[in-house]
């Protein structure tokens, strides 16, 4: 049985956090590659929303632009009503390979961002062991990288970003180098951890299943220039546990609709 539905978190009224009109991106060089055109998105507050599409198709390119990290040439991506013109406090990033230092343990590693920003150890301190036991990585504080496993790496990766209360989480395919098994438990975990903060989440990922269990939106691009073609929006009950959201029998339908979408049949 479906456990109950939990209530939208925004109204939908709300203005975007996240908005993109008409960007346009070029990687100049030997070759000129036009790497996105025409982009136009929004992201509600609180959503969590996905990005598909071919391999080479601009999604990463299109959240560094997001992120601040990416310069543009064309269009205006704003973030809270606001242009972006470099990095952000309120924009956090989760990339496919862990930053984590590896002479750090995953405790100074996870409280690093916070030591870099000077706030006292003492204001920290509690968070960070809330973050550990949500991570599930009590017990591994005094760890080194090198003795965790790929999936316990990565969510200490995510703990790094949570650590600095980001408003907004980008996420560019977090669990991509992950076995299958360990893929599917970090989507639980990260789902969990949403649920709990309710940040915006911006996914990019190569996984229709992923997408379809995670998200409230599913963004569908096309081949390189790369742009939004396509929004299904996930309709399905929250909160979502596999075993009970795979035996809906909407969960079928828009895994054979983006299938479609995406060329796989």
Known sequence: MLHQVLPKPVAAASLPAISARA?????????????????????????????LGPSGCGKSTLLRIVAGLTP???????VNQRPVNGPSPEIGVVFQSSNMLPWLTVGQN???????????AAQAAPKIAALIAMLGLKGFENNHPHQLSGGMRQ?????????????????????GALDALTRDKLNVELLRIWQEQRQTVLLVTHSISEAVFLSDRVLVMSGRPGKVVREVTIDLPRPRRPETIKQHPRYAEYMAELSQLMGVY
């Open 23 to 51: 960007v346009l991106k070029t990687f100049a060089g030997k070759h000129e590659v036009k790497a996105l055109e025409a982009v136009d998105l929004e992201i509600r507050p609180h959503e969590f929303v996905s990005i």
């Open 72 to 78: 543009y040439e064309g269009g205006e991506v704003l």
């Open 110 to 120: 996870i409280a690093l961002g916070a030591k870099l920003r000077k706030i006292p």
């Open 155 to 175: 969510r200490a990766a995510i703990g790094q970003i949570l650590a600095l209360d980001p408003q907004i989480l980008l996420m560019d395919e977090p669990f």
